[in-house]
């Protein structure tokens, strides 16, 4: 069975930073896509980046483009998010999911994990 577990979620100001992890287990994820995505109350999901799990290729919102860092360490099976200089419009659920093909596209990412919160006060 598949899980994947987000942790590292917070309070934090303006400015400040958190590293947000993914542990992934169940499956082998060669090949796989991993990606963030983040979903603010009365707000779609959106894609904030992702990882190819084997080349470690990235892609990255450009909302997020410079402040945010993907990454991921084989051996533990997790993936990372790392977030400097947060905004306040960073403030949102984050969750991490696991694709068969790359994409930004949430529909086509196959598991999902449970949300960490991230909220960033002004």
């Known amino acids: 069975q598949v899980q994947m577990v987000e942790s590292g979620g917070g309070l934090v100001q303006a400015g400040g930073s958190l590293r947000l992890s993914c542990a992934a287990s169940g499956r082998t994820f060669s090949g796989y896509t991993m990606g963030w995505f983040r979903q603010a109350p009365g707000k779609e999901r959106e894609f904030v980046a992702c990882?190819?799990?084997?080349?470690?290729?990235?892609y990255y919102a450009d909302s997020v483009k410079g402040r945010f860092t993907i990454s991921r360490d084989n051996a533990k099976n997790t993936v990372y998010l790392q977030m400097n200089s947060l905004k306040p419009e960073d403030t949102a659920v984050y969750y991490c999911?696991?694709?068969?093909?790359?994409?930004?596209?949430?529909?086509?990412?196959?598991?999902w994990g449970q949300g960490t919160q991230v909220t960033v006060s002004s």
């Open positions: 999911a696991a694709a068969r093909v790359w994409s930004f596209r949430p529909n086509l990412y196959d598991y």
């Open positions: 990882i190819m799990w084997s080349a470690g290729s990235t």
